[in-house]
């Protein structure tokens, strides 16, 4: 049985493998926790200060989960397609904060009306 690398030059990348109703559940699990006790707290008229710290709580273990999700991917089916598919920004950032004088540069732009103001005086 020959086995190739998935990063080796001339092979083909291995097919992205398709996440199991399993992984979702784990992954969105928060959100239904989450939507169960914002309805039956307000269903039974119970105390609603606990359904906004709920929430945020769910939207964390959102972002934990599918990262956790991600890397049990990549470590077990050495599929490592969600951080492949990023791509970096081109470098218009910087020509943009420039001409806009905003961002990055703002610091300039203060140091610059600093200086015409010192001129003036």
């Known amino acids: 049985m020959t086995r190739t690398s998935s990063g080796s030059a001339g092979s083909p990348a291995p097919?992205?493998?398709?996440?199991?109703?399993?992984?979702?559940?784990f992954v969105l699990g928060g959100f239904a926790v989450a939507?169960?006790?914002?309805?039956?707290?307000?269903?039974?008229?119970?105390?609603?200060?606990a359904i906004g710290p709920l929430w945020l709580a769910a939207v964390l273990?959102?972002?934990?989960?599918?990262?956790?999700a991600a890397l049990w991917q990549g470590f077990r089916h050495r599929d490592w397609s969600p951080f492949r598919?990023?791509?970096?920004?081109?470098?218009d950032r910087?020509?943009?904060?420039?001409?806009?004088?905003?961002?990055?540069?703002?610091?300039l732009r203060i140091q610059e009306e600093h200086e015409r103001l010192m001129r003036r005086d």
């Open 15 to 25: 097919a992205r493998r398709r996440s199991t109703w399993r992984e979702r559940l």
């Open 85 to 91: 598919r990023y791509r970096l920004p081109d470098g």
């Open 35 to 49: 939507a169960l006790y914002t309805t039956a707290s307000l269903a039974l008229g119970a105390g609603a200060e």
């Open 61 to 68: 273990w959102t972002v934990l989960a599918s990262l956790a």
């Open 94 to 107: 910087d020509t943009f904060d420039w001409g806009t004088r905003t961002g990055s540069y703002a610091y």
